[in-house]
């Protein structure tokens, strides 16, 4: 469960979880030694732990170019993704000073 408030009202499927964890980590659920299994899922919660935070990093920058010059306030931002003007004010600030990709 997310503990993210710009990601209430969504939620993940619990079918599409399975069908990643399938995909994604079926070498580690298949290694019968627990040990290594657990090593193979640890390196595995680090990289998608990872992911996760890039995933973010590019959300910010997408409410960062609504705002872009000529682009909408941040009132208007908040409207459209359901949040404050505070709280898009905040996204928007944090896409603006991440380095460029």
């Known amino acids: 469960m997310s503990t993210d408030p710009t990601?209430?009202?969504?939620?993940?499927?619990?079918?599409?979880?399975?069908?990643?964890?399938?995909?994604?980590?079926s070498d580690a659920l298949?290694?019968?030694?627990?040990?290594?299994r657990y090593t193979l899922l640890t390196k595995d919660l680090v990289l998608?732990?990872?992911?996760?935070g890039r995933i973010?990093?590019?959300?910010y920058?997408?409410?960062a170019a609504m705002s872009s010059p000529g682009g909408m306030s941040?009132?208007?931002?908040?409207?459209?993704l359901g949040m404050s003007r505070?709280?898009?004010?905040q996204l928007v600030e944090r896409g603006r000073i991440l380095p460029a990709r």
């Open 61 to 63: 920058r997408t409410v």
């Open 7 to 25: 990601t209430q009202g969504y939620e993940a499927d619990p079918a599409d979880v399975e069908a990643l964890l399938d995909t994604a980590i």
């Open 86 to 89: 505070s709280r898009a004010q």
């Open 56 to 59: 973010a990093q590019e959300r």
């Open 30 to 36: 298949a290694e019968p030694d627990p040990l290594i």
């Open 48 to 52: 998608y732990e990872a992911l996760v």
């Open 74 to 80: 941040y009132a208007a931002i908040g409207d459209a």
